[in-house]
């Protein structure tokens, strides 16, 4: 089975950091994206960062600055870093990897996974 482990959230002030990690595991071939997409209650789930497997990224409008995304391809993780946080980032953090290609059941198939969410709260 493929899964997609995040840590990293809590509660911060505005202004102040944190890290977010993420940890794929199963018997992975390659994953195409990863990346970070947040919800916000009684907000659609929105992309905050994204890295390649060739090592480009992209970020949210919102985010560009402030928030810096990394990949590591053999360790299969991705972490995001957020700096000066702001009261509108407080939102539940998903982990996303797009394009995966794994061993499940037996065989090969290539899906998109998502990890559990973790919370940001940013107090003002």
């Known amino acids: 089975q493929v899964q997609l482990v995040e840590s990293g959230g809590g509660l911060v002030q505005a202004g102040e950091s944190l890290r977010l990690s993420c940890a794929a595991s199963?018997?992975?071939?390659?994953?195409?994206?990863m990346g970070w997409y947040r919800q916000a209650p009684g907000k659609q789930r929105e992309l905050v960062a994204t890295?390649?497997?060739?090592?480009?990224?992209s970020y949210a409008d919102s985010v560009k600055g402030r928030f810096t995304i990394s990949r590591n391809n053999l360790r299969k993780t991705v972490s995001l870093q957020m700096n000066s946080l702001k009261p509108e980032d407080t939102a539940v953090y998903y982990c996303?990897?797009?394009?995966?290609?794994?061993?499940?059941?037996?065989?090969?198939?290539?899906?998109?996974?998502w990890g559990q969410g973790t919370q940001v709260t940013v107090s003002s």
């Open positions: 996303a990897a797009t394009g995966l290609r794994a061993i499940v059941g037996g065989e090969i198939r290539l899906d998109d996974y």
């Open positions: 199963g018997t992975i071939f390659t994953i195409n994206v």
């Open positions: 890295a390649t497997s060739g090592g480009s990224t």
